[in-house]
Structures are given as C-alpha cells and as structure tokens.
C-alpha cells in the first residue's frame, strides 16, 4: 500500500514562496502519475498541478501556472511543488495524490493515493 507524507506548508506573506514535499513509501513510485490538489473549506478540491512517471511531462492549472513548478525524484521517491509569487488565494489545505494511470488527469476521483494534507496560509 502507498503511503503519502506532505511536509513544508506554513505561513508566508503574498509575494513569498514555498515549497511542498511529498514522501512516497510502499509502492512502484517510478510506475506513478503524482499530482498535488488542495482544498478550502467548503469548496471543492481542486487540481493545482501533475507530473508524469519520469518528470518529463507536466500539467499546471491556469490559476497556478507560471507561478508554481511540479517535480520529482524517482530515486527519493519524493514529489515537490515549488510555489512562487504566491497570493492569498492560494490560502489551502495541499494534498498529494498518486494515480496509476499514465495521462495526467485533474479529476481527483483518478487518483487512488492520497496523503494527509499539509496547510498553506499566504497572509500579511
């Protein structure tokens, strides 16, 4: 069974950067589409940003893109998300997700992995 750690969320200011971590354990992680979701309370979750199973192919959501940057390290069996410019609408609860299919899909229901959520607060 795969098992997701988020870590690095926090309190910046708008304008400021973070970066999120994901720890992956228990499965084929080089064999796995990860993606980062994230979710205010009485809203959606919602698609921020994927990547496919050797880094190469990436997919952003509008809102997000060019501010924010997927990655991974199949040899730490680790995903990140580089947010930059960050604004207080980015303020959520950040999940990461793994799915086993090989498009980089946004729907979450896809995505069969999920870790805890780690909490993003973009205030002054």
């Known amino acids: 069974q795969v098992q997701l750690v988020e870590s690095g969320g926090g309190l910046v200011q708008p304008g400021g950067s973070l970066r999120l971590s994901c720890a992956s354990s228990?499965?084929?992680?080089?064999?796995?589409?990860m993606a980062w979701f994230r979710q205010t309370p009485g809203k959606e979750r919602e698609f921020v940003a994927a990547?496919?199973?050797?880094?190469?192919?990436?997919r952003y959501a509008d809102s997000v893109q060019g501010r924010f940057t997927i990655s991974r390290d199949n040899i730490k069996n680790m995903v990140f998300l580089q947010m930059d410019s960050l604004k207080p609408e980015d303020t959520a609860v950040y999940y990461c997700?793994?799915?086993?299919?090989?498009?980089?899909?946004?729907?979450?229901?896809?995505?069969?992995?999920w870790g805890q959520g780690t909490q993003v607060t973009v205030s002054s």
């Open positions: 997700a793994g799915s086993r299919t090989y498009q980089l899909l946004t729907q979450g229901t896809v995505y069969r992995f």
């Open positions: 228990g499965g084929a992680f080089s064999q796995t589409v």
């Open positions: 990547i496919g199973w050797n880094g190469d192919n990436t």
